[in-house]
């Protein structure tokens, strides 16, 4: 992982945690999701990484790399700046047309 540095955590969930991190070289912004190591990285890990890594898609975020630490297992991909659509959609629950395509071209 020496080629990125961290920038910030940005998020967490049950199998790890999300940070904000910039490619030393090209100063490209990314996001990793960090799996510890261990009983969480299953077959479902495995298959998630061998999907994502097939996805050539405008609108979905782009895989990278998959990098391994002593400690972890770092999915490096392309960092949407729009924050969680999860969080967005829980706590509008309706969006206009017009907010969806904001949305969409802010992610």
Known sequence: MERYEVIKDIGSGNFG????????RTKELFAVKFIERGHKIDENVQREIMNHRSLRHPNIVR???VVLTPTHLAI???YAAG???????????RFSENEVYDIHHNL
């Open 76 to 78: 490096v991909m392309e």
């Open 63 to 65: 895989f990278k790399e």
């Open 83 to 93: 924050g969680e659509l999860f969080e967005r959609i829980c706590g509008s629950g």
């Open 17 to 24: 945690v999300a940070k904000l991190v910039r490619d030393v």
